[in-house]
């Protein structure tokens, strides 16, 4: 698998900050936004439905024979679809999403894609976030946002990542994205031993080594990083209460800390969370419901938690998945990889509704639901209409927006 | 700057306590001080000679009781689980789950152990990298505890072994076959899964191959099985596309043996496999030209990996500043490391949810790529949970009566050479020094009054907490 060095390229564009005292107020004054006018104020949270999300048993199109002939076991019975119209309606259960749906809250993107699709989910996962499906790009589409944005580099936070792993999308030049697996984890145990604290502050910095390694100012770099965020951040979110009822999934969980992120006004301009895995080759049904029911009442949580605290209206959230899956099902009562697949945007900023074409199962691909709208064209309208900045240069070319924003 | 001609070629040099360490690390993961001793001035192809004829490692012991859901089947008999109401097939799929998550978290701690105490480190490490790269991960799609240990046990016995009767063993092993699907390939709907990783993942690298090639090896693949009461595989000719395939330019009815075959005949599967072992041995993104003059010994040694990793661990490059310190420690690394060096003879339970922080939990890697490693160790999330392992393993009970931490000189100045000396090979600088001694020493007053109580030997363990917080510890 080609797995690119991105990291290591761009170190030399991040300082290392050797001295850690006075960095916490920086962050503070970094933070302060409450208030502020337009897109400066917003925030984008991505959720990744990992693994290839089947898009055809996610947003059913129940009115359209070819389905049911061609999934006599996975097929999802009209009876039991939440229906949008006559034509198309969302798995049976995702009842919560389906009320905000009704509220105006989502717009349902169609058949989105790329062209030449790759059925690797490496690859394609590359391509969804790097934004680059015709080379290999070493950052993603949110680092290059970053890159060409004029976010305050001292600000530990400006993008978060709510997975251990830090995902391509996030990766830049310029702002590094801390990945948070938990808040409770996020924390360095020395930081309770004021001596040992202040010998590893320096000792982490020790820059006349004997030695050369190619990772070793990234090393150092993290080192620093992992410090002053352990320290800074439950300063920075503590102050956060809720009586949001979240479920008791990792999903749900990863958007109750976004909500806390989002609602302390530390300056976070985007957030990764992710959700699967939804690679279901094999009993489909049991696997990818169960995921599509905590993914809607996870979403439906979050929602309600920002607009109590009123930031529904400066948060938009968006799904993706690196591929839908073929239209057939195969002998194991699952699907294999496809290629274009429904996406949502969700928040008080979003015109709700259907758009794109709804995937014709005739005129196919080779099975597969052909893409009719770039997901770059989605990107463009976020950059442009959400976060407020040129496109071309992130994704290097233009693109057509949609009136979803 | 790389000379191709001479990369390869033997190192004449002896170890001295940097290199000697490196190949103690590189080859398995590290050893106490008096390990390191106990190599220096060797010659590098003598030492290496120890660590590739390994001696017979059956005298590790087995783990116990790994759980095999299998028992409980034949326990009931066929018609007894019929007859189970749906409520009672729950709650035996319930008992049979948490049996599994007990059985896996006790075969995680056997293998670390085994890592740490084995007589064959190099075995371990190998079978280590064969878990990243032909991954596999228990309970999820059936893959029950006893399979992943035979998987395991598999790749064992082939740490240095033949590369291509490794992968076609794993072709035909059920926790592979349930894990990437092919279990459940047939004529009558091929289920591409294991064919596209097969080539993507595990030989031949993305873009080798077309979207045909994995059609038509996917009906090759087909007709194998998995029974579910027992948990064996078996091929099911009734199943098998025994129609011609034309596959990576050749054509005819082949099976999935043939599909190897052809498959290690392509000097992409040398090329691919040489990149690995340079990134699992000497460093990442090695030259072309390393990368070709490593295929060309695999494919001389038609794919026996004893010979191949001999000749890298004794080479020039391996012993080039280039690759020293370039590579980073993977939390199995850090952890079997960490208690290899500090010369503590058993792991302690509390490593499972440490390694879960640090991101690598063996038998469930995040997906069928394995983990990606390097760069991907190093988020503050995962540093802060590598941080708080090493400062709780200094500070463990278990510490005490066993390492050699407890025989470092009462002295300061003595003490923090004994530390990085033994700790990081000396890879600090002249200021690092100076802090760790005033450290020891307790030269800063306002930090002694926090010290209260605390005696010498426990400073020690805090100075060897920090010792290891160094970077250079993060680095193999």
């Known amino acids: ?405 | 700057m790389l000379d191709a001609r001479t990369a390869l070629l033997p190192y004449e040099g002896t170890l001295d306590t940097r290199f000697a360490a490196h190949l103690l690390r590189r080859a398995g993961f590290g050893g106490t001080p008096e390990m390191v001793r106990a190599l220096v001035g060797a010659a590098a192809g003598n030492a290496v000679e120890q660590l590739v004829h390994f001696p017979e490692t059956t005298a590790v012991a087995a783990p116990e009781d790994v759980f095999d859901p299998s028992t409980v089947y034949e326990e009931y008999g066929p018609r007894g689980l019929r007859a189970l109401s749906d409520d009672q097939r729950r709650e035996l799929q319930k008992d049979i789950r948490q049996s599994e998550v007990r059985s896996m978290a006790s075969l995680r701690l056997w293998w670390l152990n085994r890592m740490l105490a084995t007589p064959a480190p190099l075995q371990e490490k190998m079978t280590l990298f064969f878990h990243g790269h032909f991954t596999t991960a228990a309970i999820e799609k059936g893959v029950s505890p006893l399979m992943v240990y035979n998987q395991n046990q598999l790749m064992r016995q082939y740490a240095l072994g033949n590369l291509r009767e490794l992968t076609r063993g794993l072709s035909k092993d059920p926790a592979m076959l349930l894990y990437l699907d092919n279990a459940t390939n047939v004529a009558e709907h091929p289920n591409e899964n294991w064919a596209r990783e097969l080539m993507e993942l595990f030989t031949l690298g993305v873009d080798r191959y077309t979207e045909d090639d994995v059609r038509e090896s996917a009906r090759a693949w087909t007709g194998w099985r998995v029974l579910r009461l027992t948990g064996a595989a078996y091929f099911e000719p009734r199943l098998h596309d025994d129609g011609t395939k034309a596959f990576l330019g050749r054509s005819g009815d082949f099976d999935g043996d043939d599909v190897v075959n052809i498959i290690f005949a392509q000097p992409q599967c040398a090329r691919f496999f040489a990149a690995k072992l340079l990134g699992l041995f000497v460093y990442d993104n090695p030259e072309p030209e390393l990368v070709d003059g490593v295929a060309a010994l695999l494919e001389k040694n038609e794919y026996e990996l004893a010979p191949t990793v001999s000749t890298i661990l004794r080479s020039n490059v391996f012993y080039s500043d280039r690759a020293y310190r370039a590579l980073v420690k993977s939390p199995v690394e850090l952890v079997v490391g960490t208690y290899a060096t500090l010369g503590v003879p058993q792991v302690d339970p509390s490593v499972l949810p440490a390694l879960r922080s640090m991101g690598q939990v063996l038998f469930a890697p995040p997906n069928v790529a394995g983990w990606p490693g390097g760069e991907n160790w190093l988020t503050s999330q995962m540093m802060i949970a590598r941080q708080n392992f090493l400062a709780g393993l200094v500070n463990a009970q278990i510490m005490g009566a066993s390492s050699w931490l407890g025989g470092v000189p009462m002295d300061p100045p003595d003490a923090t050479h004994a530390l990085i000396g033994a700790l990081l090979q000396d890879d600090a600088s002249p200021s690092s020094y100076a802090r760790l001694k005033a450290y020891l020493a307790g030269d800063d007053t306002s930090a002694l009054a926090m010290l209260n109580g605390e005696n010498f030997q426990e400073r020690i363990h805090g100075a060897a907490y920090l010792t290891m917080a160094m970077p250079a510890f993060q680095l193999e």
């Open chain 1, 1 to 405: 698998m080609k797995r690119a060095r991105f990291l290591l390229g761009s170190l030399s564009g991040i300082a290392v900050v050797a001295n850690a005292d006075h960095v916490f107020a920086r962050a503070l004054a970094a933070a302060a936004l409450p208030g502020l006018p337009g897109t400066e104020n917003r925030c984008l949270v991505l959720v990744n439905l990992q693994g290839g999300n089947d898009g055809l048993n996610c947003v059913v199109p129940h009115g359209n024979s070819d389905y049911y002939r061609l999934r006599p076991t996975l097929a999802i019975p009209q009876s039991q679809v939440l229906a949008i119209d006559a034509q198309l309606g969302f798995n049976p259960l995702m009842t919560s999403f389906k009320g905000m749906y009704d509220k105006g809250l989502v717009a349902v993107v169609q058949g989105v894609g790329y062209p030449n699709p790759d059925h690797s989910h490496f690859r394609s996962t590359e391509i969804w976030q790097t934004a680059a499906p015709d080379r290999y790009e070493h950052t993603g589409w949110i680092g290059r946002y970053f890159d060409e944005s004029d976010l305050p580099e001292s600000n530990l936070f400006n993008g978060v990542s709510l997975a251990p792993i830090l995902p391509e999308v996030m990766v830049g030049s310029k702002i590094d994205v801390p990945a948070i697996a938990s808040e409770a984890a996020y924390g360095l145990r020395i930081d309770r031993n004021p001596m040992q604290r202040d010998e590893y502050t320096a000792l982490i910095h020790d820059e006349r080594l004997p030695f050369t390694s190619p990772y070793l100012p990234h090393v150092m770099e993290i080192e620093d990083r992992a410090q002053r965020g352990s320290e800074e951040l439950p300063k920075l979110i503590g102050g956060y209460t809720t009586n949001a009822s979240y479920p008791a999934t990792p999903l749900g969980r990863s958007l109750a800390l976004a909500a806390q992120i989002i609602g302390s006004n530390i300056g976070t301009r985007v957030i990764y969370v992710q959700h699967g895995s939804f690679d279901t080759h094999v009993n489909q049904v049991a696997v990818q419901n169960r995921l599509l029911g905590e993914f809607s009442d996870a979403a439906k949580a979050f929602y309600d938690d920002l607009a109590a605290h009123g930031n529904d209206t400066r948060v938009l959230t968006m799904t993706f998945s690196e591929f839908g899956r073929r239209i057939e099902e195969n002998g194991s009562h699952g699907t294999d990889h496809g290629e274009g697949s429904p996406l949502f945007l969700i928040g008080g900023g979003v015109k709700g509704g259907l758009y794109g074409s709804t995937p014709d199962l005739s005129a196919t691909n080779m099975g597969n639901v052909r893409f009719t709208t770039d997901f770059r064209s989605v990107y463009a309208t976020v950059l442009e209409r959400w976060l407020g900045r040129p496109s071309a240069p992130v994704l290097d070319g233009t693109f057509e927006q949609l009136a979803i924003l």
